[in-house]
Every structure is written in structure tokens, then in C-alpha cells.
């Protein structure tokens, strides 16, 4: 599995891959934004300077395109639905994806900037 997606599915230090990311294991709890400032484990620091994830706002907007166009791709070939009921549905995808689209934007932002480093892996 790509060290990306390892981290992004876990929740992991996108250096180490030990240390969680974030405070709560799961996307769809109340506090799902706290996140650990330093690794437990390698402690890296996440937020590289203030305003870092300002940056993931980019990302997260575009998983959010690429929410919509799915849903609008199966609504042409598959659903046929009026305008409507496409519109529920695209805000219901949109607000239930929302906590999901929150942290792995972040993640992936993460990602873009430190490697996985395998010597850590091992300590």
C-alpha cells in the first residue's frame, strides 16, 4: 500500500506511521477537527508554521468536486433524477462526506510535504 494512503486510512504520522494524527479515532464524532500537535511517536510537529492548512482548504475543495461530479455521473447514466431530488442528494453526500473530506484534505496536505521516512519505522 502507498505510504499516502497508509496514512490517510489510519490516521497516521505521515513520517513514522505510528502516531495518530488526530485526537479522535473516528471522522464521525464531536471533536473530529482536535488534532495532536507533535507525533507520539517520532514527534514531528503538523502544523509546520501558522497557517499551514490553509492549503488543505484547496484539496478539501476538490474532493468535494470530485463528490459532486460522481454523484452527478450517476444521477446522468444510472438515477435520471429531476433537480430537485439531484440537489437533496448532492447536499446529503455533500454533509455526510463532510467530516471524512475534513481530515483527509489535511492528511493529504500533510503528505505533500513530509515523507515517510522507513528508518523511523523501525525504532
Given at each position: 500500500?502507498?505510504?499516502?494512503?497508509?496514512?490517510?486510512?489510519?490516521?497516521?504520522?505521515?513520517?513514522?506511521h505510528?502516531?495518530?494524527?488526530?485526537?479522535?479515532?473516528h471522522?464521525?464524532?464531536?471533536?473530529?477537527?482536535?488534532?495532536?500537535?507533535?507525533?507520539s511517536?517520532c514527534?514531528?510537529?503538523?502544523?509546520?508554521?501558522p497557517?499551514?492548512?490553509?492549503?488543505?482548504?484547496?484539496?478539501?475543495?476538490?474532493?468535494?468536486?470530485?463528490?459532486?461530479?460522481?454523484?452527478?455521473?450517476?444521477?446522468?447514466?444510472?438515477?435520471h433524477?429531476?433537480?430537485?431530488?439531484?440537489?437533496?442528494l448532492?447536499?446529503?453526500?455533500?454533509?455526510?462526506?463532510?467530516?471524512?473530506?475534513?481530515?483527509?484534505?489535511?492528511l493529504?496536505?500533510?503528505?505533500?510535504?513530509i515523507?515517510?521516512?522507513?528508518e523511523?519505522?523501525k525504532?
Amino acid at each position: 500500500m502507498s505510504p499516502i494512503i497508509y496514512s490517510m486510512t489510519k490516521n497516521k504520522c505521515p513520517r513514522c506511521h505510528h502516531g495518530d494524527v488526530f485526537v479522535k479515532s473516528h471522522a464521525f464524532t464531536l471533536g473530529f477537527d482536535k488534532m495532536h500537535e507533535h507525533c507520539s511517536h517520532c514527534n514531528l510537529k503538523y502544523e509546520k508554521e501558522p497557517g499551514f492548512f490553509y492549503g488543505a482548504m484547496y484539496v478539501s475543495y476538490a474532493m468535494m468536486v470530485a463528490v459532486f461530479v460522481t454523484l452527478w455521473v450517476l444521477n446522468t447514466w444510472l438515477f435520471h433524477l429531476d433537480a430537485f431530488p439531484f440537489i437533496f442528494l448532492v447536499l446529503l453526500g455533500i454533509v455526510g462526506m463532510m467530516t471524512m473530506v475534513f481530515r483527509g484534505a489535511r492528511l493529504l496536505w500533510m503528505n505533500f510535504f513530509i515523507r515517510y521516512d522507513r528508518e523511523l519505522d523501525k525504532i
